[in-house]
Nanobody, 122 residues
Framework: QVRLVESGGGSVQAGGSLRLSCAAS????MGWFRQAPGKEREGVAS????????SYADSVKGRFTISQDNAKNMVYLQMNGLKPDDTGMYYC???????????????????WGRGTQVTVSS
């Protein structure tokens, strides 16, 4: 199974920032998901690469930004104003085809990275 490669996780204090990176090519849809211990995996942000159309979970709107660098085949998740509730394992996911309102559904993505840990302390 194809594996995507994430990087950029770490530990920060509340209010801090981190930028996650994901290297991938050939996909039309990229997403970032996270999973906290004992909780289900949730969609954080997604981007339709051909148009740049993005979607965000309500909990991160205004704080997180998903972007891409097509020349480098990279997708980023800039996370500002981090809160302890943002703590979790963050995964990069990729797939093809339009997703519309299901862009933040984990079941819509076929390929996944191994994850990178983000820890936010209060």
């Amino acid at each position: 199974q194809v594996r995507l490669v994430e990087s950029g996780g770490g530990s920060v204090q509340a209010g801090g920032s981190l930028r996650l990176s994901c290297a991938a090519s050939g996909y039309t849809y990229m997403g970032w998901f996270r999973q906290a211990p004992g909780k289900e995996r949730e969609g954080v942000a997604s981007i339709y690469r051909s148009t740049g159309w993005t979607s965000y979970a309500d909990s991160v709107k205004g704080r997180f930004t998903i972007s891409q660098d097509n020349a480098k085949n990279m997708v980023y998740l800039q996370m500002n104003g981090l809160k302890p509730d943002d703590t979790g394992m963050y995964y990069c996911a990729a797939d093809w085809g339009p997703k519309g309102a299901r862009a933040l559904f984990a079941s819509e993505y076929r390929d996944w990275g191994r994850g990178t840990q983000v820890t936010v302390s209060s």
